[in-house]
């Protein structure tokens, strides 16, 4: 089955596509951005934002867990 707007890129990776999107601004530590580099690369995520929006929605998806290692992680 094929859904209209699905790119497929090897046999595991598929881009789906966002209707509507929103750019965003963050800042972060350069230490911290070459170390996401370094993660999202070996860990097969197509791109920097990818991995990101992949990381906030696992985050909220997570709720009260995700909320308590980030202030453990401060």
Known sequence: MR???VKQYGDNV????IESTRTIT???E???VRRM???W???GYTSR????RHAISLCMKMGDECTSRLRLAR
Do not use: T
């Open 37 to 39: 580099d370094e993660f």
């Open 3 to 5: 859904i209209r707007g």
């Open 41 to 43: 690369k070996k860990h």
């Open 30 to 32: 350069e230490d911290l």
């Open 26 to 28: 963050i800042k972060m």
């Open 49 to 52: 934002s990818e991995f990101i």
């Open 14 to 17: 598929f881009i789906l596509p």
